[in-house]
């Protein structure tokens, strides 16, 4: 009779674990297991050593004083831009901007780009898995200039209906702006054929990588993207902090969207001329030490290396999904054939929010709710799951945990 | 904290079997409420026999504290005036919100609801049906939300 080989896991989780002070501890008595990380991932000790060191030793402000501090946090901080550069492979530290979030990386698209390039009648292309941020800044966009939103339907899985998108792609597409990654059901979305189908159109193609960057490498260059959106914070990185790759060509031909210092060259009351990239889009201080944070952060992620990181989550989330399935009443939602390590399920008889307080009183931390994606809750006709999603250092063991808080649920409810 | 405090057997039972559950037909007053934050949605109808509510239903989907929250009140102001059950909400709303509260004789079942106020995310849970009643009887025609 075989024996099932035991897999050591790739990682050594021990030591990964003990760089995360805030995995040490315990909540409601019990050890902290945290399996939130697609809202938030937390941060290792090296993000926040360096965010407390650039506060101890050379703070100023950037790009301004002649004096010696504040040109070591112009050095600072635009090492962290080449290093956001190097991370993402851009050709260029011109393509990289700081913003605050995703969020904000799709607004300034938005506003900017979809200001001069759209016309009424014109049409954005999404699909029906977006996160909120890549559907109302669109819609906000429409309402300003008369363009109409397309929306590409999924499927029962939760993946893109490809034909259905190349179909979508017409005379009035000005632009595809697409998930790289679902944040709601996981699902990894086809982005080769996203792109190369509107690159024959000549369409330009926004990503939204928020849940994509913390689990596989991507490479802007090899995707062949325009622009391509994501945060800090679910990067371990530190909040209010988040990156827009633009093309370089297209971020040149973008008026400013935001008006201040630092975006100027030069300033009179007859007019103003804009500073160069990625500059012309940083207007006013920058979040110095949300960027240096980042770029620690991107280094402790590339000293583990995202290919071992992702088939460690791979490991989880096929553990997660057999042993899941194995709970009486419990229904997965989103089964895309490609996806990333997170769990989205609802169960029978138990509504997700009380699901979400009875394993918080486990010391497990799930998000509950719409997800920020309340189309695909419709689609689904659920009011809102239980998400557990997972980072490189969870466990089997904490996922049996929570299969065990699962089990305890459903009996309570009967 | 103890989950069993929230989750008490009235709570489970009111969750599991939900009173009044259903619907009105017109003249009946109707109110629509929603909890952006779970996505519970609540559709509470009221028969007024001029200040006395003489029948309540509600209909929706929602978490087992908005459940049987909804079916509590549903049962506690069946039969009384609007006044009354105006006070019963001051009560509950006391009970869901105040460390010090009391837990007086007149709340009769209601009072399974005080292990709620230990789960400040969820006093909302228990507080949307009756923002709803509230919005029902007032005949307003605006969706009420918790946000």
Known sequence: ?414 | MDLKDLYRDVILDHNKRPRNFGTLPPPAHEARGHNPLCGDQLTVYVELDGDVIRDLRFEGKGCAISVASASLMSEAVKGRSRADANALYEQVHDLLTRQDAPSPPSLGKLAALQGVREFPARVKCASLCWHTLNAALEGGVAPVSTE
């Not at chain 1, 991932?41 to 965010?51: G, I, N, S, T, W």
């Not at chain 1, 339907?153 to 792609?169: V, W």
């Not at chain 1, 622009?227 to 902090?241: E, M, R, V, W």
């Open chain 1, 1 to 414: 009779m075989a024996v099932a080989p035991r897999l050591a896991p790739p990682l050594d989780l021990e030591r990964l674990r003990a760089d995360f002070p805030i995995l040490q501890q315990r909540v409601h008595g019990k050890p902290l297991v945290y399996l939130d990380n697609g809202a938030s991932a937390q941060r290792p000790r090296a993000v926040l050593d360096a965010e407390r060191r650039y506060g101890e030793q050379f703070h100023a402000n950037v790009h301004r004083g002649v004096h010696w501090l504040s040109q070591q946090a112009t050095d600072l901080f635009e090492g962290a831009r080449e290093r956001v550069r190097r991370f993402l492979n851009a050709r260029s530290t011109k393509e990289i901007v700081f913003t605050r979030g995703t969020t904000e990386s799709i607004n300034l698209v938005a506003q900017s780009w979809g200001g001069v390039n759209l016309r009424p009648g014109d049409e954005i292309v999404i699909s029906w898995l977006e996160h909120h941020a890549n559907i109302v800044p669109w819609q906000l966009a429409c309402e300003r200039t008369g363009a109409r939103l397309r929306v590409v339907p999924i499927d029962r899985r939760g993946e893109l209906d490809l034909d259905a998108y190349r179909a979508s792609l017409g005379e009035r597409t000005r632009l595809v702006a697409m998930s790289h990654v679902s944040n709601a059901l996981g699902t990894v979305m086809p982005v080769r054929e996203i792109v190369a189908a509107a690159r024959a159109r000549g369409v330009p193609v926004l990503l939204d990588g928020a849940q994509a960057v913390p689990h596989l490498r991507v490479d802007v260059q090899a995707l062949d993207c325009d622009f391509y959106a994501f945060s800090g914070h679910k990067l371990y990185g530190p909040t209010g902090i988040g990156v827009l790759y633009g093309r370089e060509a297209l971020l040149e031909a973008m008026p400013p969207w935001q008006g201040g210092g630092d975006m100027i060259r030069t300033v009179s009351f007859e007019g103003s001329t804009w500073n160069d990239l990625p500059y012309k889009f940083e207007a006013g201080t920058p979040n110095m030490t949300g960027a240096i944070g980042l770029a620690a952060a991107m280094d402790y992620v590339d000293g583990i290396g995202l290919e071992r990181i992702g088939a460690w989550e791979h490991e989880l989330l096929e553990y997660a999904t057999a042993k899941l399935q194995a709970v009486p009443g419990l229904t997965i939602v989103g089964q895309a054939r490609d996806k990333a390590s997170l769990v989205s399920f609802v169960m029978d008889g138990v509504h997700p929010h009380d699901l979400g307080t009875i394993l918080d009183q486990d010391g497990i931390a799930i998000r509950t709710g719409h997800h920020c994606a309340m189309p695909v809750m419709t689609f689904f006709d659920v009011p809102a799951t239980a998400r557990a999603s997972f980072a490189f250092y969870n466990t089997r063991a904490e996922i049996d945990r929570l299969v065990a808080a699962l089990h305890g649920a459903r009996e309570m409810f009967g």
